[in-house]
Each structure stands twice: as C-alpha cells, then as structure tokens.
C-alpha cells in the first residue's frame, strides 16, 4: 500500500445556460504518492548492522506503508543519533494523530486549507451577503458599518440560530434591500448570477412559463396525472386498505420502469428562472456596497468591542489616526482584474530579486504596486533573474516594521494600491517570465487589538498562547498556538490563499525558529543534536509546517517553498515520507553575516579563505536546495549598512573619479557577489539596489528620524549617469547570463579543489567551468597554477577586472586562451597556469578538449 497525502479535488461542471460554472459538485479522490525507497537509521558505535536480507525485506512498524520511513533522511545524511532518531518516530505519530483529528472535522484537506470559501464577506447567490467569524469567546456577533451607520444591532447573528456552531463560528446575514417599487421574488430561492449582465433570466420567461415547459418535457401524456390530481393515489390506497394481498407477487410493468429510469431531470430549465446581473441590480441595492467600511462588534464577558474581521481581504489600518476599518472588495465585473498569462514553468535554479514596494520609487514617498509595475519589474527582467521576492505586502499597521509585525493576513497592504493593483503585478511579471514569491509571516503576529488578532474575541486564548508562551521574549509579538485546530485551518487557508486569489508562486517562510523553539531562537547552539528535539523545541510548530509543506504541494504541484532558518533545523528540505520538513530550499544566513564581519572587523590581507569556503559550501546536506545571498534587506533595513555604505563610504560622492578607496570597494564588491552566486547552492538572492552598489542604506520613517522618507527609497538616477553604478550593474548582469546562457548552476555542482590561506586564492570546478579567485589585496601572479580534470583549450567568459567593470584590466585580450598543462596539481591529471591579477576573479570555459 502507499503513502499519499489524500485531497478532494473539485472538477468543474460544464458551463451553465447563463454562463455560470458550478463547482464542487463531483469529486474525485487524487492522491500524492511519495517515493518508494527506504532508509534506515545508521547503527551506534559498536553495533553490528542487520543482515541485509532482513534490511531488504523489513517494514516500517509505524505505518505499515511503502515509501514512509520518519527516520529516512537520517542516513541518507550520515546522522547517527539515537535520540534524535527517537524523537522522529514520536512526531512522526503525533503527525498522523493529527491528520485522523483533522479529517473527524473536514472532508479533506483541501477542505481544511480553504476556509476562505466560507469565512469573511461573501456574495451568496440568493440576493445576499453572508459573513462568517470565528470567536469562541463572543457572546454576541454583528456587522457594524458605514453601509449601516454602524449600528450594532441591525446586522446581526439571526435570533433563534444561536448565532454560532459549537466551534464558536458566528454567521451573520446581510440581505440585499429592494429597490423602491420593486416586488419580492416570487420564488423564494431565486438566484442570481452576478458575473453576466444578460441570461434567459433577463428575457422575461416567467417562473410558471418555465415549469410548465419542464413538465411537458418530463412527462408523457397521461404520466402527471397523480401530480395534477393530488388525491387520486390517496383514494387508490384507501380502496386497498383490508384487503389480502400478496407482498411478493408486485405487478411490475417493463416498459414504464425503464422509461423512468432513463429519464433525466430538466435541470436545463431551471437555470432559465436565474436572473443576471442587470437584473439583480435593477431590482435589489447591495446589503453592502463595494467600499464600505465595516467592522466586526462582539459582545463579550469583558464588556462589547470592535474588530476588524480576520478573514478580512482589504484593510485600512490607519485612517488618520482614527481607528482602522476593513473595506468590503466586490467590484463589478468590469473593473475586476481578469488574468492573461500563466505562471512560468519553475527554473532548475532561483536568481532571486528582493524588494520591499513602498521604498522602490525615487521619491522620498511610499511607492505602489502599480509604479512596482511599470518601473521595476521590466528593470529585473532585464537584469537577469527570473523571480520576484516581495517583503511587506500583507497588511501591517506600522510602517516601520517593514511588514514584518502582520496585522491582517489575508490583505495585501493598502498603502501600496487595491487588490486588483497586485493581481496585475503578478500577471505583468507571469507575462515577463518572473515567478512572485511572497515573504510569508506565520511564526508570529502583531500584538495590536483592534486591527489585529491579539484578543480577538475579548479571550486570551483564541489565535494565541497564554501567559509569556503567548508572547515572543524580544519583539513584542503574539505566538501562536499550532495545536488548535482552528489556528491551523486559518494559517493553513492563509497559504492557500494567497495562491488561488493572487497566484503566487511560492513562500518565503520568515523566521521560523521564532516558532519551531519557546527560546524563540535565542539561545546560543553548539550544534548538538539534542538542541532540535530537547524541551524547547515547539513539536507542534513543526508539525504545521510539515502539513504546510505536504497540503501546499499537493493543490499546487508548481509551488516553492522556502525555509529561513538560523538554527538550520535538520530535514528542512527532506521530504516528509522520510523525517523531512518538506521545504524546496532553506536560506544560509552565515554567509551574509561573515562577509559583514569580513569587513567591519578584519583587515583584507587576514581573510581566511578556508573560513570563506567552509561558509559558503562547508553544509554537505542538500547543498544543492541551499539559498545564499551576499547581504538581503536585513542588514540595511535593521539599523545596519549595506556593504556599499561600508565599502564606499562618501567616496562616490565626494570624488567619482576612480581612486584606490573605489577601487578596492568595487573590486571586492563584485568579487563577493560572484563567490556568492556561484560555489554552492541553486538558489541566490539579492536586495533591491545591491547589484549596483546603492550607496544609501534603507531606514523607514520613524520617530528617532522625525519620520523622515530620505531613506526610504532608491535612487534610481544613478544608473543614468556612466560610472561605477553602471558598472556594477553591468557585471551583475553577466553574472547572471552565467546561468541563462550556460546553465552553470543548475546542471553542476561545484568541486572546490584548491584553497590556499597564505596565497588568498580560492578556485573550484563545476563542470566544464573554472573559477578563480585571488582576494589578496596587494599580491597579483603572473603564472599562478590550479588543477583541472579534462586536458584542453579555457577561455575566460568572464574578468572581475575588466575597464567595462571598473576593473584594471591587467589582463589583455590575448591573454583569454589558455592551455593546460600536462602536469598533475590539486589532485587533477591537468592544470593551467593563469595571469591572477590583486583583488580579480575570473571564470574560465573549456572550449576545446584535447585528446591525449
């Protein structure tokens, strides 16, 4: 038997009369398969291995299903441990308790990731909106609004319902008001479809019109007469009643039982008796308005209070200074956003490009999606990558916390445009070939109330955790409590979510060992096993993301996840069948911080190149599904500089023309990057504006800057003028045509086979390619030489000190072609001998084999 992680999936019905399609109407059961092959913890020191032929023919006692092993990835790592090993199978079956509780209260997972179907504001199709909520702590639910004039009785739970399930859903009704001189519908269940303008409801068929053509259709002559005349069955049954009869000798006519059975219902006509739009609209005013203000107002034990509703899809935060207000998002069909491209096909390697929208204008304001749209997004397609990641877009009250302190998670950020402003963000760069992937906030929340989740229904127990377990120990934020069904059916709908409305196409998973320990990942790690399943390691935490993981990529097949992890939890990027998390790629921070300590605190000629090496590739596991930057926006963003402030300093601006200051910053700047890219991982990322050296850091406004925007921006006018910016860019450029041309990142990984401290060089292979690099600030080689396995012809593709770059260029034209030399170095059969200026890298390309 295998494993699957087992979804209804909804197939659409074929276009109705009025050009309706209905959904989940049938199912069928799609199941995702994970692989076949075992794996087995290695033994402990002493032990002897079992047979082989039991290893071959053993099962997995924990769930008796192929392709499951919760310790699989163990081995395939080289990790001996037997209390981590333990642990495993521990999680592995609270895992599978918690998929049994799950599916004892939704049909599917599908079902449980898509709460946003039936939760929030909703158009129902019998001339009305519905509105649902989840506040067990309520005593009493309603709609207040400026559709209303806030009142928080007139929209209200229906009296007699109890307003709210045992789960503590409340469900309010908001019905659409008929217009002046209208009559009600004669049918009570009248629907509407309110996409089209025009259907057959519109051509003024009558309801009766249409039932008496159903019944002629249905019924042949003389077949409805029990239906035209009620009483004539009733009297024939009374005629038998005290008369002998014969139970098993029925009287059964052939022809009519199959006549009856091939019958089919006239759905065809009913759909005539619904009305379009235009009708709807002549006939009723909406409940709620597109763009109202609305807010959710509870009675509580504590005393009544307002909030904004946390299903809510638009959001105003602030409204100067007033108390904040959800606005309800139904725009007619003409000015709804319709889609035009497809997502592009997922890449073999990711060539990252990260931005925040507010700071990515020039001016000294808060930029929008739709000038995001026209001015960045062809700016990075023609920069080389082939991926977006946007910081800050879901809503968040304070500005300043980069979006990182998420008031409402279900809507995009107001300050930035309308939902249908980031729907065409995302369609323009599908169109351009980028994905979009979003930074996603679910290891913890803002502690504001009114906008927020922070006691939401007037408990302290509903989204989050009591007492300090509630409450992260440094940033002042609410955690989550993972256990509670309910919780995950939110968090889970939030990811699912932000895929079906807006077409995202994968997640950055922010700060996850805020969530995966109670120290929040503040504790120092000597890199013992026992600190990833001791007392403070959040189980449940971890089971979310793994059910994140499984229930993401079985609806969405295409989508990329991505894990930011500090403490780089073991089996972050494993498949779940075998122990893993799941994850697609997992984000390496030390790379970032060492070049920063780099170069605050050690001179250029003490760099270890060894320390630079172990750093950059010294994780042997999933080295291939690794992310790497050289600086994202933490560092520039979180009160540090960005390593152009650190390397430049004021010098562009005091004296543009080349020096030895400029020199130095440009050569190691771009040597960095280039190391960066291209040693390890598939994956790479990069901060809005680094690629060209932006001289500024990032810093929102604040009170410490009297809220001050100077910083807040990027200048873009720098690529205007011929010079270093330009440069930079340039090289970055190329940087990533390595990938788009030559495919050296996804088809190889590398082969570092030469670091030496004293030299400060550092060259590896992947596959036909040579890189090079010599980080010594003063020493440049004429004939340096380096191992290579295939004898031949290397041409360099690439010179870090090219004039074009703001290079030397201490290498001639004549001097691109090299041969090897039939002399064993570095543990290779060949080698070359290269010119090596100071402070250059170089990548070579085997153009010609020769044959020996």
Same mark, same amino acid.
């Given at each position: 038997?295998?494993?699957?992680?087992?979804?209804?999936?909804?197939?659409?019905?074929?276009?109705?009369?009025?050009?309706?399609?209905?959904?989940?109407?049938?199912?069928?059961?799609?199941?995702?398969?994970?692989?076949?092959?075992?794996?087995?913890?290695?033994?402990?020191?002493?032990?002897?291995?079992?047979?082989?032929?039991?290893?071959?023919?053993?099962?997995?006692?924990?769930?008796?299903?192929?392709?499951?092993?919760?310790?699989?990835?163990?081995?395939?790592?080289?990790?001996?441990?037997?209390?981590?090993?333990?642990?495993?199978?521990?999680?592995?079956?609270?895992?599978?308790?918690?998929?049994?509780?799950?599916?004892?209260?939704?049909?599917?997972?599908?079902?449980?990731?898509?709460?946003?179907?039936?939760?929030?504001?909703?158009?129902?199709?019998?001339?009305?909106?519905?509105?649902?909520?989840?506040?067990?702590?309520?005593?009493?639910?309603?709609?207040?609004?400026?559709?209303?004039?806030?009142?928080?009785?007139?929209?209200?739970?229906?009296?007699?319902?109890?307003?709210?399930?045992?789960?503590?859903?409340?469900?309010?009704?908001?019905?659409?008001?008929?217009?002046?001189?209208?009559?009600?519908?004669?049918?009570?269940?009248?629907?509407?479809?309110?996409?089209?303008?025009?259907?057959?409801?519109?051509?003024?068929?009558?309801?009766? *019109?249409?039932?008496?053509?159903?019944?002629? *259709?249905?019924?042949?002559?003389?077949?409805?007469?029990?239906?035209?005349?009620?009483?004539?069955?009733?009297?024939?049954?009374?005629?038998?009643?005290?008369?002998?009869?014969?139970?098993?000798?029925?009287?059964?006519?052939?022809?009519?039982?199959?006549?009856?059975?091939?019958?089919?219902?006239?759905?065809?006509?009913?759909?005539?008796?619904?009305?379009?739009?235009?009708?709807?609209?002549?006939?009723?005013?909406?409940?709620?308005?597109?763009?109202?203000?609305?807010?959710?107002?509870?009675?509580?034990?504590?005393?009544?209070?307002?909030?904004?509703?946390?299903?809510?899809?638009?959001?105003?935060?602030?409204?100067?200074?007033?108390?904040?207000?959800?606005?309800?998002?139904?725009?007619?069909?003409?000015?709804?956003?319709?889609?035009?491209?497809?997502?592009?096909?997922?890449?073999?390697?990711?060539?990252?490009?990260?931005?925040?929208?507010?700071?990515?204008?020039?001016?000294?304001?808060?930029?929008?999606?739709?000038?995001?749209?026209?001015?960045?997004?062809?700016?990075?397609?023609?920069?080389?990558?082939?991926?977006?990641?946007?910081?800050?877009?879901?809503?968040?009250?304070?500005?300043?916390?980069?979006?990182?302190?998420?008031?409402?998670?279900?809507?995009?950020?107001?300050?930035?445009?309308?939902?249908?402003?980031?729907?065409?963000?995302?369609?323009?760069?599908?169109?351009?070939?980028?994905?979009?992937?979003?930074?996603?906030?679910?290891?913890?929340?803002?502690?504001?109330?009114?906008?927020?989740?922070?006691?939401?229904?007037?408990?302290?127990?509903?989204?989050?955790?009591?007492?300090?377990?509630?409450?992260?120990?440094?940033?002042?934020?609410?955690?989550?409590?993972?256990?509670?069904?309910?919780?995950?059916?939110?968090?889970?709908?939030?990811?699912?979510?932000?895929?079906?409305?807006?077409?995202?196409?994968?997640?950055?998973?922010?700060?996850?060992?805020?969530?995966?320990?109670?120290?929040?990942?503040?504790?120092?790690?000597?890199?013992?096993?026992?600190?990833?399943?001791?007392?403070?390691?959040?189980?449940?935490?971890?089971?979310?993301?793994?059910?994140?993981?499984?229930?993401?990529?079985?609806?969405?097949?295409?989508?990329?996840?991505?894990? *930011?992890?500090?403490?780089?939890?073991?089996?972050?990027? *494993?498949?779940?069948?075998?122990?893993?998390?799941?994850?697609?790629?997992?984000?390496?921070?030390?790379?970032?911080?060492?070049?920063?300590?780099?170069?605050?605190?050690?001179?250029?000629?003490?760099?270890?190149?060894?320390?630079?090496?172990?750093?950059?590739?010294?994780?042997?596991?999933?080295?291939?599904?690794?992310?790497?930057?050289?600086?994202?926006?933490?560092?520039?963003?979180?009160?540090?500089?960005?390593?152009?402030?650190?390397?430049?300093?004021?010098?562009?601006?005091?004296?543009?023309?080349?020096?030895?200051?400029?020199?130095?910053?440009?050569?190691?700047?771009?040597?960095?990057?280039?190391?960066?890219?291209?040693?390890?991982?598939?994956?790479?990322?990069?901060?809005?504006?680094?690629?060209?050296?932006?001289?500024?850091?990032?810093?929102?406004?604040?009170?410490?800057?009297?809220?001050?925007?100077?910083?807040?921006?990027?200048?873009?006018?720098?690529?205007?003028?011929?010079?270093?910016?330009?440069?930079?860019?340039?090289?970055?450029? #190329?940087?990533?045509?390595?990938?788009?041309?030559?495919?050296?990142?996804?088809?190889?990984?590398?082969?570092?086979?030469?670091?030496? #401290?004293?030299?400060?060089?550092?060259?590896?292979?992947?596959?036909?390619?040579?890189?090079?690099?010599?980080?010594?600030?003063?020493?440049?080689?004429?004939?340096?030489?380096?191992?290579?396995?295939?004898?031949?012809?290397?041409?360099?593709?690439?010179?870090?000190?090219?004039?074009?770059?703001?290079?030397?260029?201490?290498?001639?034209? #004549?001097?691109?072609?090299?041969?090897?030399?039939?002399?064993?170095?570095?543990?290779?059969?060949?080698?070359?001998?290269?010119?090596?200026?100071?402070?250059?890298?170089?990548?070579?390309?085997?153009?010609?084999?020769?044959?020996?």
């Amino acid at each position: 038997m295998t494993s699957s992680l087992s979804l209804l999936t909804q197939i659409p019905l074929p276009p109705t009369t009025d050009g309706s399609v209905g959904i989940r109407s049938i199912t069928y059961r799609r199941s995702v398969v994970f692989p076949t092959k075992k794996w087995r913890c290695s033994v402990s020191p002493g032990q002897s291995p079992p047979p082989k032929h039991r290893q071959r023919q053993s099962k997995n006692p924990e769930s008796g299903e192929k392709g499951i092993d919760p310790v699989g990835f163990l081995s395939k790592s080289g990790i001996t441990h037997k209390g981590f090993a333990l642990y495993l199978r521990e999680r592995y079956k609270s895992l599978k308790d918690l998929k049994d509780e799950i599916l004892t209260r939704h049909i599917d997972f599908r079902d449980m990731a898509s709460g946003f179907e039936l939760l929030g504001m909703h158009r129902n199709v019998q001339h009305r909106v519905d509105f649902m909520e989840w506040a067990p702590g309520a005593r009493y639910c309603a709609i207040v609004g400026d559709f209303n004039d806030w009142s928080p009785t007139e929209n209200c739970a229906r009296e007699g319902h109890y307003g709210h399930d045992d789960y503590g859903y409340w469900f309010v009704i908001l019905e659409d008001k008929l217009r002046d001189g209208e009559e009600p519908d004669e049918l009570y269940f009248q629907q509407y479809n309110y996409v089209d303008d025009y259907d057959k409801g519109d051509s003024g068929v009558t309801a009766d *019109e249409v039932f008496q053509k159903a019944n002629d *259709e249905y019924w042949e002559p003389g077949e409805d007469r029990f239906v035209k005349s009620r009483f004539e069955i009733i009297a024939k049954l009374y005629e038998q009643i005290g008369k002998e009869y014969d139970i098993f000798n029925v009287i059964d006519d052939p022809v009519s039982k199959a006549k009856f059975r091939a019958k089919k219902p006239p759905i065809a006509y009913w759909f005539e008796t619904r009305k379009g739009r235009k009708a709807w609209l002549k006939k009723y005013a909406p409940a709620i308005p597109h763009g109202s203000k609305y807010r959710v107002y509870f009675n509580t034990p504590n005393g009544p209070l307002e909030r904004i509703p946390a299903w809510a899809t638009y959001v105003n935060p602030e409204a100067d200074g007033n108390q904040g207000y959800a606005i309800h998002w139904e725009p007619p069909p003409e000015h709804a956003y319709k889609w035009k491209h497809n997502s592009p096909k997922v890449p073999k390697s990711l060539r990252i490009y990260e931005a925040h929208i507010g700071i990515s204008g020039s001016e000294p304001k808060i930029a929008s999606f739709s000038e995001f749209t026209e001015k960045v997004l062809p700016y990075v397609k023609d920069a080389g990558y082939n991926a977006i990641q946007l910081i800050g877009v879901v809503e968040h009250k304070d500005y300043f916390t980069v979006g990182y302190r998420v008031t409402n998670m279900f809507a995009v950020s107001s300050r930035y445009g309308t939902p249908e402003d980031f729907k065409r963000l995302v369609d323009v760069a599908h169109g351009l070939g980028l994905l979009v992937f979003m930074d996603i906030v679910h290891s913890y929340s803002a502690a504001d109330e009114m906008v927020g989740l922070s006691l939401f229904d007037g408990s302290n127990d509903c989204y989050f955790h009591t007492g300090k377990r509630g409450q992260h120990k440094f940033w002042g934020t609410r955690m989550f409590k993972y256990e509670d069904l309910d919780v995950l059916h939110y968090l889970l709908s939030n990811l699912n979510w932000w895929v079906v409305e807006y077409h995202v196409d994968g997640f950055n998973f922010h700060s996850l060992a805020s969530m995966m320990y109670t120290h929040n990942g503040f504790a120092s790690f000597t890199g013992d096993m026992e600190e990833f399943y001791n007392q403070y390691v959040d189980r449940s935490a971890i089971l979310y993301l793994i059910l994140a993981n499984e229930i993401l990529h079985t609806l969405h097949p295409n989508i990329i996840t991505i894990a *930011e992890d500090a403490t780089l939890y073991p089996g972050l990027c *494993e498949p779940t069948s075998q122990g893993g998390l799941g994850f697609d790629y997992f984000v390496n921070p030390h790379a970032s911080e060492m070049w920063l300590w780099f170069l605050e605190n050690a001179q250029d000629s003490s760099w270890s190149m060894s320390k630079i090496v172990d750093t950059l590739a010294g994780i042997n596991r999933n080295s291939n599904k690794m992310l790497l930057y050289t600086e994202n926006h933490n560092q520039s963003i979180s009160g540090g500089r960005s390593f152009a402030e650190i390397l430049y300093g004021q010098t562009l601006e005091q004296s543009p023309v080349m020096n030895d200051l400029l020199l130095r910053g440009c050569s190691l700047h771009k040597m960095i990057r280039l190391i960066t890219y291209s040693i390890s991982g598939r994956a790479y990322l990069n901060f809005m504006g680094n690629e060209f050296g932006h001289p500024k850091r990032v810093e929102f406004p604040m009170s410490s800057n009297g809220f001050s925007f100077s910083l807040a921006n990027r200048d873009w006018d720098l690529l205007a003028k011929e010079g270093v910016h330009q440069n930079l860019l340039s090289f970055d450029k #190329d940087m990533m045509d390595l990938e788009k041309t030559e495919k050296v990142i996804s088809r190889w990984l590398p082969n570092i086979h030469h670091v030496n #401290d004293t030299n400060m060089v550092i060259s590896y292979l992947r596959g036909p390619f040579l890189f090079i690099f010599n980080f010594h600030p003063t020493n440049s080689y004429e004939r340096y030489s380096v191992g290579v396995e295939e004898a031949g012809e290397y041409q360099v593709i690439l010179n870090s000190d090219e004039k074009k770059y703001s290079g030397q260029g201490s290498i001639g034209q #004549d001097q691109y072609f090299r041969k090897t030399i039939s002399r064993r170095v570095d543990g290779m059969r060949n080698c070359i001998e290269v010119p090596l200026p100071s402070r250059s890298a170089q990548v070579y390309k085997l153009t010609r084999i020769l044959r020996v």
